[in-house]
């Protein structure tokens, strides 16, 4: 299993992040830059609320389909992958095994 990715995504209506994912044994990490200043966001997988891949017009960034993330009490943050096909798909089977364990 890959542990990395590189994407781009957006936390509710905040500015476009690019980056990349991690997948790391507790927590979902997003390490990047919106524009040049830095930022990491870390999401607990016990902390979501659920998941989906994002297909409807307001959910997609760029026009490619999602991963949207969704956690109690925030907003939703979308990520799409930014070279590789297949990425979404791959991060939704990945998050939910480590969600279940």
Known sequence: MRTS???VWRVGEEPLARGKLELLPR????DGV???E???LEIPYDDLDG????RSPSERLNGHPTLV???CGREPVVVSAVAQA???AELT????KLTLD
């Open 5 to 7: 990715y590189g994407v």
């Open 86 to 88: 297949g990425v979404i």
């Open 51 to 54: 998941l989906h891949v994002g």
């Open 34 to 36: 919106t524009g040049e």
């Open 69 to 71: 993330l969704e956690q």
């Open 38 to 40: 830095h930022v990491a």
């Open 93 to 96: 089977e990945h998050i939910a």
């Open 27 to 30: 927590v979902l990490r997003l």
